[in-house]
């Protein structure tokens, strides 16, 4: 192995630490975007909704698409209504 080069295993271990934190971190965003369902508290039309979940849906299918290609680099433009 060349001096400075990361190892195989040192790779997969990079990985799962990174993966379980952003994957954590995702799941608790989406608790939080789940809060905002409580009609007491907020309102918001179907239209809304469906460009959120349309908006997840198409950044989850980009991220997929990146793991099946290899490695290519997906959008994370952020969200707007």
């Known amino acids: 192995m060349a001096k400075g080069k990361a190892s ?3 790779k997969s271990a990079k990985f799962k630490e990174l993966a379980q934190k952003r994957v954590s971190r995702i799941l608790k965003g989406v608790a939080g975007l789940a809060k905002l369902s409580a009609t007491a508290r907020y309102r918001y039309t179907p239209d809304q909704v469906e460009k959120m979940f349309s908006a ?3 950044a989850c299918k ?3 698409a990146s793991y099946q290609a290899g490695g290519q680099k997906g959008g994370g433009d952020g969200f707007k209504f």
């Open 62 to 64: 980009v991220c997929l």
């Open 8 to 10: 195989d295993v040192e």
């Open 56 to 58: 997840i849906g198409d």
